[in-house]
């Protein structure tokens, strides 16, 4: 079955960079639309960028300015490019994709495990 692999979090100081990319393996037919989310401790999960298939990408407020979603469809990975960072952008970082599985009949989501983003001084 699909696996959503996330990597490339760590510590960072604030106005640092990181940048996060997520990768899918297995039987992946197709992939869609791929988005972060991101979940801080007792808040909720917010999306933080998609991309579609075609490219077109869309951001949270949070991110706006700061945050570049890109992807490689060839390697069937997601990228988060996460610049001027903030001691409120930490939190787990999760990918999602949305896509068709070789034997399936149609697109679901996957999720990956989630890698740690923090931010401090």
């Known amino acids: 079955q699909v696996q959503l692999v996330e990597s490339g979090g760590g510590l960072v100081q604030p106005g640092g960079s990181l940048r996060l990319s997520c990768a899918a393996s297995g039987s992946v037919f197709s992939i869609y639309t791929m988005r972060w989310y991101r979940q801080a401790p007792g808040k909720e999960r917010e999306l933080v960028a998609r991309i579609s298939s075609s490219g077109i990408t869309i951001y949270g407020d949070s991110a706006k300015g700061r945050f570049a979603i890109s992807r490689d469809s060839a390697k069937n990975t997601v990228y988060l490019q996460m610049n001027s960072l903030k001691p409120e952008d930490t939190a787990v970082y999760y990918c999602?994709?949305?896509?068709?599985?070789?034997?399936?009949?149609?697109?679901?989501?996957?999720w990956g495990q989630g890698t740690q983003v923090t931010v401090s001084a």
């Open positions: 999602n994709a949305g896509l068709r599985e070789r034997l399936g009949f149609s697109v679901q989501p996957y």
